[in-house]
């Protein structure tokens, strides 16, 4: 086992962490929910920012800087389809009376106040602790992070279904505490079926926002093995 250890931040699926894992480093899934039966660490990661951010007792005395945070932080209230929620044009407030749009939108600021101070002190913890972080959200140029955050983002995928994954929708990665890689990976791409962003879709108990989140294991190997790992380090043995 390599010495060093990968934290999947709201990843429930065990995509990255068993990419990891099947890479010989040690990895850990945290999250509040357990659908997929892949949390290691069932806890309430909002929480623990907060008490970290105040100079709490936290999991992050348990990760150190030669380990690295991957958070895949919940990005509904930072994407464009919340400009429609705020509008009152979304299909499932187009009946609603003004003064009852007009308090959802108090509703929809604050979540989207919280979610943004918590992702901003999640940062600010890993700048503190000297904590590699990667951080995933999808992008388009009115996400809210693209227009309203301190940092840019350091790698922007237009389309994932080109290093192999399920869904062609544009995402951004920031780097904070390391850099990208950029390896070379010369296996050729194994075929996936495409799948579209279907708000309407649903798997058993598991929610349409968690399956659109869904990435495929080949693109977390080639994304892994390109921009986290060492050249000789992401070898397929």
């Keep these: 086992m390599k010495n060093k250890t990968f934290h999947c931040l709201f990843e429930q699926s065990g995509t990255f962490k068993n990419e990891f894992k099947k890479l010989g ?4 899934d945290y999250d ?4 997929f039966s892949e949390t290691d660490y069932v806890i309430d990661l909002f929480e623990e920012i907060e008490k970290a951010y105040g100079n709490k007792k936290s999991i992050f005395d348990g990760i150190n800087k030669k380990d690295m945070i991957i958070a895949f932080f919940p990005c509904i209230r930072f994407e464009d389809q919340i400009q429609m929620h705020f509008r009152g044009t979304s299909y499932q407030y187009k009946k609603y009376t003004l003064e009852q749009k007009l308090q959802k939108d108090i509703e929809l600021h604050k979540d ?7 992702i901003t002190k999640l940062t600010i913890v890993c700048i503190r602790k000297k904590i590699p972080l990667i951080i995933e959200n999808p992008y388009s140029t009115t996400h809210y992070l693209v227009k309203y955050w301190a940092i840019p983002y350091t790698i922007l995928d237009n389309d994932r279904t080109q290093n192999g994954d399920y869904y062609e929708k544009p995402t951004q990665y920031w780097f904070i505490n390391c850099k990208p890689k950029n390896n070379f990976i010369f296996e050729p ?3 996936v079926n495409k799948k579209i962003c279907n708000y309407q879709v649903k798997q058993g108990n598991i929610n349409r926002t968690v399956l659109r989140s869904m990435i495929h294991p080949q693109y977390a190997n080639r994304f892994i093995r390109t921009y986290i790992l060492d050249d000789k380090e992401g070898e397929i043995k």
């Design 32 to 35: 509040i929910l357990n659908d």
């Design 189 to 191: 791409i194994k075929l």
């Design 112 to 118: 989207l106040h919280n979610l943004y101070c918590l």
């Design 25 to 28: 480093y040690k990895a850990y």
